[in-house]
């Protein structure tokens, strides 16, 4: 009963977030990213690449912007099934009940946790600008939301001295260092940190929307439909000294 509860609701509240992100992106980031990739090509054509004619992208208007949509709702389905599962666990391990007046708070902490603090080390990116390595950059965004999002967990909810010990972690990754580029950027990339600039800001945008209707949805999701579900759950007995 639980499962599918949470299930659902992850869906429903999905769909309805990643629609208005899928449509957002339309009027924020899709018109930087189609500037940005008319640079890229003129950067392989100077360079002598050549896309092959077998490769498919979507065709700009209607078919990119309904992909466009589509990946919003996968993400925005994923994200807040991870954020009721978190919800339940403060209710079920704390005895934190959730409203949808704190799940704004949650939806606030959780795009501190998954957007600010990554891109503090890696900003969004556009097309044709330097990166580094893909697999580097995958694992220290990683590495990075676990971190953090332990951290901030233990202060918020683990009483005792560990709360402050876990802030310790929260310099990690940046003492660490995220990946960076291994090319300079060149002439043409120059042209893109105009564009580059409105793209963070556009993005952070967008994601800010995006975690605060998933923070206030799930929040009443959990009032009116998980709660329910968790009251007979048993709450583990705290471990004696």
């Known amino acids: 009963m639980l499962f599918r509860r949470l299930i659902l609701c992850a869906v429903a509240i999905g769909v309805v977030a990643g629609v208005v992100l899928g449509l957002a992106e339309q009027v924020t980031t899709a018109p930087l990213i189609e500037a940005a ?31 466009t949509v589509v990946a919003s709702i996968g993400v925005a389905i994923g994200f807040a099934l991870m954020l009721l ?18 799940g704004l708070v949650w939806g606030a902490g959780a795009f501190g946790v998954v957007f600010v603090a990554p891109a503090l080390g890696l900003a969004p990116e556009l097309p044709g600008a330097p990166a580094a390595d893909l697999a580097a950059r995958q ?20 009483p005792g001295r560990m709360k402050w010990a876990a802030l310790l972690l929260l310099p990690l990754p940046y003492l660490y260092g995220a990946p960076l580029p291994s ?23 967008t994601n800010l929307v995006l975690w605060v209707i998933l923070g206030v949805l799930c929040g009443w999701a959990m009032q009116r439909w998980i709660a329910p579900a968790l009251i007979n759950t048993p709450r583990p007995e705290p471990a004696r000294a």
Do not use: C, K
């Open 37 to 67: 990739e008319q640079y890229e090509v003129a950067d392989h054509a100077a360079a002598g690449h050549h896309h092959h004619d077998h490769a498919w992208a979507p065709a700009d208007g209607g078919q990119r912007m309904f992909f």
């Open 85 to 102: 599962v978190a919800m339940s666990l403060a209710r079920v391990l704390h005895g934190r009940p959730t409203t949808p007046l704190r």
């Open 139 to 158: 694992l220290w965004w990683i590495a990075t939301v676990g971190l953090v999002g332990f951290s901030l967990w233990t202060v918020i909810f683990v």
């Open 183 to 205: 090319a300079e950027p060149g002439s043409t990339n120059a042209a893109l940190v105009t564009l580059h600039q409105q793209f963070v800001w556009a993005t952070a945008g």
